[in-house]
């Protein structure tokens, strides 16, 4: 039995701490993500090299992967659906995953294929700034997703980046459908404001009728609905979810919930804990949302929920790379959730 099955872009990060003035030579756009060709990337690197900007870390990323190791490692039962190459970098990848307690499939493994990977650019005030070169990952179809698992688990959790992916549409279809007959509730996460502006079409084909939560940050929430504030943004998601969870940083989180269309909307506003230093907000989204839905599947209250995963994502952006210590995962939870 699996608590949650997730399905996303299986990226191996490579991070690199650099200036805004170093930022702007690449024409990235700061704080997006930026899908490009092995050879662009290529390119990227190649500039890096020659302003001697050495990487920090690389490590195992992906949005959906990085929620499901933070689930993990707080206690809970992820399977994750991916597809990776042959490769040294999908070996190390899965085992990340795997030493973490997050299952896979032997379908993820595509023989000769390219192992995605995501230079990952934190500037000095701590923002990432990503270039994807998605890899044999951009052919992720249903020929990877054991749907089986899905049987067996409580949730669906989506990976808003698939929506810039067509060839997954059909297996999403399909994914929501048999939730729905097996009565497993569906989290979406926005993932990038890049993925509301040229993928929105993709986002409510994952989004279907409704789902039960939504994850985004503010910027992305007020590009999906069209409104000016944040608040304001999290109730008309709630057109699309019974539970939107908005995050705007150091201005903390905002949950608005209507289990149901005769109910009144709460709102409860959970606050960011205060951070000394902000060194790398790579991953602090996907932790968030993974953190959150861990608690949410162990039925904590929704302001529990929120205060685990503010505190989850207060400890990652203190350091560089997406993923903290099992360790660290696991001081949190006893500190929040036995309070």
């Known amino acids: ?16 701490l650099l200036s805004d003035a170093a930022l702007e030579e690449t024409d990235l756009t700061k704080g997006n993500m930026t899908l490009a060709g092995l050879e662009e990337q290529q390119q990227l690197l190649a500039y890096f090299k020659l302003a001697e900007i050495a990487p920090s870390k690389q490590a195992g990323g992906g949005s959906a992967a990085n929620a499901m190791y933070t689930f993990a490692s707080l206690g809970g039962k992820p ?36 192992t995605g990977s995501c230079v990952v650019a934190v500037t000095e005030d701590g923002e990432r700034t990503m270039q994807t070169f998605l890899g044999t990952s951009s052919d992720i179809t249903a020929d990877n997703v054991d749907f089986e698992a899905l049987t067996q688990a409580g949730w669906l959790y989506l990976e808003g980046y698939l929506a810039m992916s067509e060839g997954i549409q059909p297996a999403m279809t399909q994914l929501r459908q048999q939730a729905g007959i097996h009565g497993a509730k569906i989290a979406v996460s926005f993932a990038d ?25 503010s910027e992305e929430a007020k590009l999906f609905t069209d409104k000016k504030q944040h608040k304001s943004a999290a109730r008309a998601l709630l057109e699309h979810c019974q539970t939107a969870v908005v995050t705007d940083g150091p201005n903390g989180a905002i949950i608005a919930h209507k289990p149901n269309d005769d109910s ?24 968030y949302s993974g953190a959150f839905l861990y608690a949410l599947s162990q039925h904590y209250s929704l302001p529990e929920c929120g205060r685990l995963a503010s505190e989850v994502a207060a400890q990652v952006i203190q350091q560089f790379g997406p993923r903290l210590s099992s360790q660290e995962y696991q001081d949190i939870s006893r500190r929040v959730l036995t309070v």
């Not at 993925?195 to 994850?215: P, R, S, T």
């Open 264 to 287: 009144e909307i709460e709102i409860y506003e959970i606050p960011t804990p205060a951070v000394a230093n902000v060194i790398d907000t790579n991953g602090a989204g996907d932790n």
């Open 193 to 217: 404001p890049a993925v509301v502006k040229f993928a929105k079409e993709g986002l409510l084909n994952m989004l279907g009728n409704k789902v039960a939560v939504i994850f985004c940050n």
């Open 79 to 114: 399977f994750y659906a991916c597809r990776v190459g042959d490769d040294k970098q999908g070996k190390f990848y899965l085992k990340d995953l795997h030493e973490a307690g997050v299952a896979t499939s032997p379908q993820s493994i595509h023989a000769g294929g390219v």
């Open 1 to 16: 039995m699996y608590d949650v099955m997730a399905i996303g872009n299986a990226l191996v990060d490579h991070e690199y």
